[in-house]
Nanobody, 125 residues
């Protein structure tokens, strides 16, 4: 499975960005997909995830109400719409995929087996 993330950039606080992740090499619909991020000097943290059924996404409390995760199964693409960005949202954003994700580990980076290369998001104050 290969994942290619894009869409990062430098924005000001309050702005929006939309990240995309193209997934190839395996059956897209069989994977749980997620976005995680890593700020300098910090551990990688969960941002959002969506299972095969996209009707119930999962979010970190820090982004709930501001970020929206979605997937287009026809285009094998995962999205993250980020609104009302804050400086603390700065980091490298990774898309990830896994086939053994359950509710108890959906927020754990170690549960995901496939990773994209990351895209930098920088939010200035």
């Amino acid at each position: 499975v290969q994942l290619q993330a894009s869409g990062g950039g430098l924005v000001q606080a309050g702005d929006s960005l939309r990240l995309s992740c193209i997934v190839s090499g395996h059956t897209f619909n069989s994977h749980t997909l997620a976005w995680l991020r890593q700020a300098p000097g910090k551990e990688r943290e969960f941002v959002a995830a969506v299972r095969r059924d996209p009707s119930r996404p999962y979010y970190a409390d820090s982004v709930k109400g501001r970020f929206t995760i979605s997937r287009d199964n026809a285009k094998n693409t995962l999205f993250l719409q980020m609104d009302s960005l804050k400086p603390e949202d700065t980091g490298v954003y990774y898309c990830a995929a896994g086939t053994t994700i359950i509710l108890s580990n959906i927020r754990e980076a170690s549960a995901y087996h496939y990773w994209g290369q990351g895209t930098q998001v920088t939010v200035s104050s």
